[in-house]
């Protein structure tokens, strides 16, 4: 099934809508044959600050409690509906917490520093973050995105907002800052409760959601992004 962007405005609502039908969807374009926030709007509505604007929307649905949002996959942003977020969860982070990856060598150092801030700091704000995790310095930059990458890739942590950078007087002063908090933490907080099962009944789970609702193409990138 291929979604194509209507004649008239894509409303927040219609976002909001498909996302529950289809499940996952990518701000920009990475799956195959499936649709994307930024392949279903018009060019003119990004980075307006209105009620059309989509960038608006990325934090407008974990606020709301539709859709987890963080760069999930190949490390691109992604909007995952609530109800297929536990079984999305439970693919992605494997069956293991991430203490026990990490004690197992299999997540890094940073990740770990960072992930131990926000858990004690949830909501807390990108230059934030940075600065406590000892990384405010140029060359620590890529280190610092990549461990988020790292968090989110594994649904440790979501995005869960932005806060608009004030100076010391204030005043607006560039542009808005990203900020996180615990997967845990942000399904509490929406009536979410996590999946018990194990990995491969969250597959299946998933899959008998995607096969009436993507393509062949849709549904194999997928399954090899969890392989």
Known sequence: MVFEAAPASFTFEDAAKLVSQIGILPLAPLIPDH????????????????????????VR?????????????????????????PYFAAVLGNARTFRERYSGGLAGREA???????????????????????????????????ALNELQGSSDIVISGVQQRLN???????????????????MRGTGIESFPGTREEAVLWLKARMEPVWTQDAMAWIHKCWA
Do not use: C
């Not at 649709?35 to 990325?58: A, G, I, M, V």
């Not at 606020?63 to 977020?85: C, I, M, P, Q, S």
């Not at 973050?129 to 060359?139: I, V």
């Open 168 to 186: 010391a007087d204030g005043a607006k002063n560039g542009w808005n800052s990203t900020s996180f908090e615990t997967a845990g933490h942000w």
């Open 112 to 146: 770990h520093v960072i992930l131990e801030i926000i858990e004690d700091n949830e909501g807390i704000e990108t230059r934030q973050l940075r600065a406590e995790a000892g990384m405010k310095a140029k060359e620590k930059k890529t280190a610092f995105d990549n």
């Open 61 to 85: 649905f974990p606020a709301e409690g539709l859709a987890a949002y963080g760069k999930f996959l190949k490390k691109k942003a992604v909007l995952v509906d609530r109800e297929w977020f």
């Open 35 to 58: 649709p994307s926030l930024k392949s279903l709007t018009k060019e003119e509505d990004w980075h307006t600050d209105t009620e059309l604007d989509p960038w608006k929307w990325r």
